[in-house]
């Protein structure tokens, strides 16, 4: 086990060279914890929770057990990047579960926020049980935790953390990026040969779509959601604004406008583009963005996203506003 504080002369990892080092160490680290036995992640498709287990793959092969809980609030692409990487490219053993209609099942109707995330970690843990229960031999628990999370642990992440695991598991942990830092976290990452855009993916909440898509989630504003978010994304790659951009997404709220489209009456959801920039998500700045890359934007979502009907721009720092919408 690491301890619980980062010794004070512990280098910065900064280079390929350093995360070489380290992932070295942590392999050998692990092997030597863990033996024969087999470990269990639950992997997220975060920054943390992938990083994690392209270390322990490379230290123990198969003997690492990943989970992949979709819970259908992902972002366009995201379950199918974790099964591409990890079962096809690094040939781990994962097991994924498609739990979509589950949560969605349990969702509908739910309009209260807090409710809504209470629900999606409840079912998250279950479900997560249940796939773990099935597996035999199983004696650790490998876990995502950087050393924010350490130093802040009565803070942001504890009560934000839908991925949060049985406290009745009684498992030993294994936690090899314990002590690094995030951008710490990104460079090892990249040395095992994780994709750039999984490493340095943006924040997303666990509840993911789920407090984006607001009030009641209903399937069809959740599928216009998840597309216009993808077009959002996809031009922010395009022009740049991804690299310089901390937090950009979509939230869609449960209400209706009048619009026209080919000529006849066209009722649709509003498309709202949130993009800030923070350094600990405690108070946000707006980013500009530029006006043709709105215009862009906006039509795209109008022309390609079937339900939505016009896009506005969420222009409210955080204090006041939140970050997310929910
Ligand atoms: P707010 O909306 O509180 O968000 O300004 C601050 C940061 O936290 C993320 N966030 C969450 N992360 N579970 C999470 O794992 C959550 O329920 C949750 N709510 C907000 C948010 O995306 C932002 O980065």
Redesign the pocket.
């Known amino acids: 086990m690491l301890p619980n504080k980062r010794p004070d002369d512990m280098v910065r990892i900064t280079t390929p060279e350093l995360a070489q080092a380290f992932i070295d160490e942590q392999v050998a680290a692990v092997r030597e914890q863990v033996g024969d036995k087999k470990v269990l992640l639950a992997l997220s498709g975060g920054v943390d929770s992938s990083v994690v287990a392209a270390l322990l793959i490379k230290a123990i092969g198969k003997q690492l057990v990943s989970v992949h809980v979709n819970h259908g609030l992902m972002r366009k692409g995201e379950s199918e990047q974790v099964i591409e990487v990890f079962r096809n490219q690094l040939d781990a053993n994962l097991i994924y579960v498609d739990a979509t209609d589950r949560f969605l099942d349990l969702l509908a109707g739910v309009s209260e926020p807090e409710k809504k995330?209470k629900i999606i970690?409840g079912e998250f843990i279950k479900v997560f049980d249940e796939e773990s229960a099935k597996l035999e031999g199983i004696s650790f628990l490998a876990q995502g935790t950087i050393y924010p999370d350490i130093l802040e642990s009565d803070g942001?992440?504890a009560?934000?953390?839908?991925?949060g695991l049985p406290e009745d598991m009684e498992m030993e942990l294994v936690e090899p990026v314990r002590l690094l830092y995030k951008d710490e976290v990104r460079v090892v990452g990249e040395a095992l040969g994780l994709p750039h855009n999984m490493v340095y993916r943006q924040?997303?909440?666990?509840?993911g779509l789920g407090?984006r898509c607001l009030g009641a989630i209903t399937r069809d504003r959740l599928h216009a959601l998840r597309e216009a978010d993808a077009i959002l994304r996809d031009e922010f790659d395009k022009c740049g604004l991804a690299a310089t951009v901390?937090?950009y997404?979509i939230a869609v709220p449960d209400f209706k406008s009048v619009g026209v489209k080919d000529g006849k009456r066209y009722e649709g959801w509003p498309a709202i583009i949130r993009a800030v920039n923070?350094k600990d998500?405690?108070t946000?700045t707006i980013e500009e963005i530029p006006y043709d890359v709105l215009h862009r934007i906006t039509d795209r979502i109008t022309h390609e996203v079937d339900g939505i009907n016009r896009v506005l721009l969420d222009l409210t720092p955080?204090p006041i506003?939140?970050?997310?919408?929910?």
């Open positions: 995330r970690g942001v992440k009560h934000h953390n839908v991925g924040p997303f909440p666990g509840p407090v901390w937090q997404f923070t998500a405690m946000a955080k506003g939140t970050i997310e919408w929910e």
